[in-house]
């Protein structure tokens, strides 16, 4: 049974004007991902399911408290953008170290009717600055991604990232260079994934692992 807006709304209870608003946004990745890969192209046919549903669980782990949020390797804007959309109250910012995305954000956000601030670097060349959530989706091996994230951290901040089938071994890598507080939940997605959630966060070494290189898509990614 095909999976579209309706069905899309009847799983997450978003309003009419929200929905208008991820329909916009839709229309407009598929007309640039005509010209820029934005996305894989064999996930557009399960477009609502495969990135807009994904995203969107994340909204209810979201504290009511929580006045910023940060999302890392933003992309096409999975779960950052669908965030900013279900969750308005938010000061959402988009960073992405590619140009091309960075463009897209602007105008999909723009035709959104959504104010959110987009940093187009490589988030090692940012200076630390705190936000009361960070997210992630496709971005990085757990590892590099906490260290992406820990910059961005203040001892109430939370992480919330969407990870695919290796979360067991990407968490126990982790755990080499981080003492961490983690739960996780079953994606409602993808019966392999989970959803992480990370409350407490230091480095483990003076020195943390050797990375790749940051602000680009890590060749071992989930797959969306």
């Known amino acids: ?11 997450t209870g978003v309003s ?8 916009a946004y839709a229309d407009m990745l598929l007309d640039w991902n005509e010209r820029h890969n934005l996305v894989a192209r064999s996930t557009l046919p399960d477009l609502w399911q495969r990135h807009f549903w994904d995203s969107a669980q994340l ?13 890392l390797g933003s992309g096409a804007g999975f779960p950052g953008l669908v965030l900013a959309a279900m969750r308005p109250e938010l000061a959402v910012t988009l960073h992405e170290a590619t140009t091309k995305k960075c463009a897209f954000l602007q105008a999909a956000a723009d035709r959104m009717g959504l104010r959110v601030a987009i940093e187009n670097a490589r988030m090692e060349d940012l200076p630390p600055r ?21 910059r961005f951290m203040s001892p109430n901040s939370v992480c919330l990232f969407l990870k695919g089938q290796n979360v067991g071994s990407e968490l126990t890598e982790a755990a080499k260079y981080w ?8 994606s409602q997605t993808d ?14 070494h003076v020195t ?15 797959g969306r």
């Open 1 to 11: 049974m095909p999976f579209g807006p309706e069905e899309f709304a009847s799983q």
């Open 16 to 23: 009419r004007e929200t929905l208008a608003r991820l329909k």
């Open 59 to 71: 909204a209810p782990l979201v504290p009511d408290t929580a006045k910023t949020l940060a999302d």
């Open 130 to 150: 705190p936000f009361d959530v960070v997210t992630a989706r496709a971005c990085a091996p757990l590892p590099q991604l906490l260290e992406y994230a820990h």
């Open 179 to 186: 003492n961490i507080e983690v739960s996780q939940v079953p």
């Open 191 to 204: 019966p392999s994934g989970a959803i992480v959630t990370v409350r407490e966060l230091g480095p483990r």
């Open 208 to 222: 943390s692992q050797k990375t790749a290189r940051p602000g680009r898509r890590q060749p071992k990614r989930r």
